[in-house]
């Protein structure tokens, strides 16, 4: 129980204070905001150049409504390239960018989004920066020399743009807490498969899996937003985060089928709606998905672990209609199984893959 509190532990430290997300989750957009200054793209060559030389730099995206804020400076209407960027921010003011980033349309510009948006930075590039962004509901870039930080400004949102290898270091991070909860997940699965086999399930079992699967979830969107960062650089994370996770979507809408039927999509989407501290105590699990906080027994359909055996998918319903739940269809004679496969020969080809994958489980074999 100890290591278990230590493993849940960790895993809030990783989402709740390591993600450099969690104030996007919200902000489905944000995600195709973050691929435009991938490693690899021109904007970020471009944004990193100015790093590396220690240059300042103030950068807007026209949606439209930026003009209207922008004086002076000098129209340029021509292809972005990283070196062209350069250049232009050796001189003052802002400069324009095409919506999608692909035109550079003015340089030199000033900024005027008003002094009476309220802004939390101290410099006066990233006060017209954020107010800019907050003004005009755009992107804002502002490379800072002093600092050698780049803070994107999204609307009312600020993110800061590291280096790739900082964000790999923090992906190979996040990976590795990924692999002991997968571990972690895998143990708890034997154990759960003995239980159902033996028809001794309760509520709380089911809600100690769901909450696993959920946890997994939650640290693997954060790898995934690292390697919309990353871009091509994050091709070996992406190879590993995939051989983690796997089919877990699939088994998590399995579990749910098996254990409320038709209200399963419902009860997903109650999942998807706790916030992580809410999801890190299981007993919510149950009183919200269950409506039951007292610990009782439980028993699938048994639509996960039939699908497990080589029957056609037809049996597998039959059984399901007939019995409703596992513990029955175990149960059942070879008079009530010859009803639904109509031969005796089946039956018994029935009875094999049971035993069989009985054997599997409770030797601990993966099914």
């Known amino acids: 129980m100890e290591e278990n509190n230590s493993d849940i532990k960790e895993v809030q430290e990783i989402v ?14 944000f995600v195709d905001v ?24 103030l950068i807007v995206f026209d949606n439209g409504n930026v003009l209207d804020l922008a004086d002076g400076g000098f ?48 410099g006066t590039r990233h006060k017209a920066a954020e107010r800019t962004a907050k003004k005009a509901k755009t992107i804002v870039i502002a490379v800072s020399e002093r600092k050698n930080k780049i803070s994107l400004y999204y609307s009312d949102m600020k993110y800061e743009l590291d280096h790739s290898s900082e964000i790999l270091r923090r992906a190979a991070e996040t990976l590795q807490i990924l692999e002991k909860q997968r571990e972690t997940f895998n143990d708890l699965m034997s154990n ?50 995939k051989e983690l996770t796997g089919n877990l979507g699939k088994e998590e809408e399995i579990l749910l089928k098996d254990y409320f039927g038709n209200e399963w999509n419902n009860k997903a989407n109650t999942l998807d709606k706790f916030n992580f501290d809410f999801l890190l105590e299981s007993n919510n699990i149950s009183r919200m998905l269950f409506e039951e906080l007292h610990d009782e027994s439980v028993s699938p359909s048994g639509l996960r672990i ?62």
């Open 16 to 29: 709740v204070t390591e993600n450099p997300l969690k104030n996007f989750e919200k902000e489905k957009d």
């Open 75 to 122: 129209k340029i209407n021509s292809k972005f390239s990283a070196q062209k960027l350069v250049e232009l921010c050796k001189m003052d003011g802002a400069i324009i960018l095409s919506n999608d980033g692909k035109r550079i349309l003015f340089g030199n510009t000033l900024l005027f989004p008003g002094v009476d948006i309220p802004t939390r930075e101290t």
């Open 34 to 57: 973050l691929k435009m200054f991938a490693p690899g793209t021109s904007l970020r060559t471009g944004l990193d150049d100015l790093l590396r030389a220690r240059m300042g730099a």
């Open 306 to 367: 039939l699908g497990r055996t080589n029957l056609l998918e037809r049996y597998t319903t039959a059984l399901i209609s007939k019995f409703k739940t596992l513990d029955r269809t175990l149960a059942a004679d070879n008079d009530e199984l010859l009803e639904i496969f109509g031969s005796e020969e089946m039956v018994e080809f029935f009875n094999k893959e049971i035993n069989s994958l009985k054997e599997k489980i409770m030797v601990g074999k993966k099914i």
């Open 192 to 241: 759960f498969n003995i239980l159902e086999i033996n028809g001794l399930v309760t509520i709380e079992d089911v809600s100690n899996v769901l909450q696993r699967l959920e946890i997994i979830k939650r640290i693997s969107e954060i790898v995934k937003r690292y390697l919309i960062e990353l871009g091509k650089e994050g091709m070996i994370v992406s190879m590993r985060l």
